[in-house]
C-alpha cells in the first residue's frame, strides 16, 4: 500500500492570502506509462469530496485558476494563490498509480 | 452534471451483510467507470472499489475477500456487498462516477454503522 502524508494537519490563512499544503507518498508514483497519477480533491464543511486536479497540476473543469499543483516522484503541492471563504474545507491528496490511496487531509481554516 | 442516489442498509449488526445500491440519473451510464469510497474519523477515505458497464471490476486488495461490486446497466445501477461486517466498517458510504480507480463525481453519501 502507497501512504500518503500530508501536512500541515491544520494550516490558518488570512483572506487574500496564500495558502500551501504539502504531499508525500511512500513511494515514487510515476507509473510505467510515464504519467503521475496523483489528484487533488477539496472537501467543504458537509460536502462531498470534489477532485480539483489530476496528474499532478492539470486542474478540472470549472477550478479556479487560484488552485495549482506541483511535484513529482514523491513530494507534492497544493497552492491556493489568494484565499476565499469559500476555500475553507479539508484538502485531501490520492494517488491511483497503484490501487488508490488518500492521504489524512489538510485542513484549511481563516485566521 | 450527473445525480447519483444511494440507499441501502443503514444499520446491522457484526457479521452481517452490508448492501447498498446507487443510481445514475442525469448522465450517461456507459463509459464510464462506477466506484465506492467510504470515509469515517478513524480510517478516512478509503477506495473500495470500481465497476464498469461491462462489469470490469477493481478492488482495494485490503477488502477484496469481502466485496463484491456488481452493476445493473438496465436500470442504471451499481451496487456495493460487503459481507462480516464489523466495527470497523462503520463509515459514510460514497458512490461515485469516473475513470479507473479514480472517482471524481460523488454522491452524497450514506452513513452505515454496524453495531450490536
Known amino acids: 500500500e502507497v501512504v500518503m502524508t500530508q501536512s500541515p494537519f491544520s494550516l490558518p490563512v488570512t483572506l487574500g492570502q496564500p495558502a500551501s499544503m504539502s504531499c508525500n507518498s511512500s513511494q515514487s508514483l510515476i507509473h510505467s506509462d510515464g504519467n503521475t497519477y496523483l489528484n487533488w480533491f477539496q472537501q467543504r464543511p458537509g460536502q462531498s469530496p470534489r477532485r480539483l486536479i489530476h496528474?499532478?497540476?492539470h486542474r478540472d473543469s470549472g477550478v479556479p485558476d487560484r488552485f495549482s499543483g506541483s511535484g513529482s516522484d514523491t513530494d507534492f503541492t497544493l497552492k491556493i494563490s489568494r484565499v476565499e471563504a469559500g476555500d475553507v474545507a479539508v484538502y485531501y491528496c490520492?494517488?491511483?498509480?497503484?490501487?488508490?490511496?488518500f492521504g489524512g487531509g489538510t485542513k484549511v481554516e481563516i485566521k | 452534471q450527473v445525480q447519483l442516489q444511494q440507499w441501502g442498509t443503514g444499520l446491522l449488526k457484526p457479521s452481517e451483510t452490508l448492501s447498498l445500491t446507487c443510481a445514475v440519473y442525469s448522465g450517461s451510464f456507459s463509459g464510464h467507470y462506477w466506484s465506492w469510497i467510504r470515509q469515517s474519523p478513524e480510517t478516512g477515505l478509503e477506495w473500495i472499489g470500481d465497476?464498469?458497464?461491462?462489469?470490469?471490476?477493481n478492488y482495494n486488495p485490503s477488502l477484496k475477500s469481502r466485496v463484491t461490486i456488481s452493476v445493473d446497466t438496465s436500470k442504471n445501477q451499481f451496487s456495493l456487498r460487503l459481507t462480516s461486517a464489523t466495527a470497523a466498517d462503520t463509515a459514510l458510504y460514497y458512490c461515485?462516477?469516473?475513470?479507473?480507480?479514480?472517482?471524481?463525481?460523488w454522491g452524497q453519501g450514506l452513513p452505515v454503522t454496524v453495531s450490536s
Open positions: 496528474r499532478v497540476s
Open positions: 461515485a462516477r469516473g475513470f479507473p480507480m479514480v472517482p471524481i463525481d
Open positions: 490520492m494517488q491511483n498509480t497503484y490501487w488508490p490511496t
Open positions: 465497476i464498469n458497464d461491462s462489469g470490469d471490476t
